[in-house]
T-cell receptor
């Protein structure tokens, strides 16, 4: 079973539109991270959320951690072609180890 | 700071050959990780290290070995390469995993 489910798997929208992608699990996490990966490159950390209900903003990107710390969403306002990429969520388990588990990602394409 | 550097960028191996993927970080991070990313998939943890002299298995360690003789370097060794090891390999480092990981540019490996 997949620890982290990301949806949708693929998303293609026009420039200027808004979108939301999701990261869901049945497990509780101490923190959750979002990364963006562009073709041919390694993932780049966007944000870390640690508190249930926490909302963080990074320019046009808004990240929310669910109240129960089992899920998260990423909302992009007025999408731009530069937002194109693979968006990955990742979590550290509550079991005291330091390993990250990644979701399978949402591949986002913004059409100019 | 160069961040996390990986060599080589590309490599083609024949079945049964061996090779070492190099990874170096100059951020004085304690934690280092090796992941593989298969097409359409997220990242799977191969091995990780919490400090010089300490390594531990991740989710998919079979067919690989690592060592951590210094804080900066974390090489990944493939013995007896198999087609199933065709993938993109990413090295990452962090001060602690809860604060996010910094990734290298990746090594694209093909085993024929």
């Amino acid at each position: 079973t997949q620890l982290l489910e990301q949806s949708p798997q693929f998303l293609s929208i026009q420039e200027g539109e808004n979108l939301t992608v999701y990261c869901n699990s049945s497990s509780v996490f101490s923190s959750l991270q979002w990364y963006r990966q562009e073709p041919g490159e390694g993932p780049v950390l966007l944000v870390t959320v640690v508190t249930g209900g926490e909302v963080k903003k990074l320019k046009r990107l808004t990240f929310q951690f669910g109240d129960a710390r089992k899920d998260s969403s990423l909302h992009i306002t007025a999408a731009q072609p530069g937002d194109t990429g693979l968006y990955l969520c990742a979590v550290v388990s509550n079991f005291g180890n330091e390993k990250l588990t990644f979701g399978t990602g949402t591949r986002l394409t913004i059409i100019p | 700071n160069a961040g996390v550097t990986q060599t080589p960028k590309f490599r083609i191996l024949k079945i049964g050959q061996s090779m070492t993927l190099q990874c170096t970080q100059d951020m004085n991070h304690n934690y280092m990780y090796w992941y593989r990313q298969d097409p359409g998939m997220g990242l799977k943890l191969i091995y990780y290290s919490v400090g010089a002299g300490i390594t531990d298995k991740g989710e998919v360690p079979n067919g690989y070995n690592v060592s951590r003789s210094t804080t900066e370097d974390f090489p990944l060794r493939l013995e007896l390469a198999a087609p199933s090891q065709t993938s993109v390999y990413f090295c990452a480092s962090s001060m602690t995993s809860g604060r996010g990981q910094y990734f290298g540019p990746g090594t694209r490996l093909t085993v024929l």
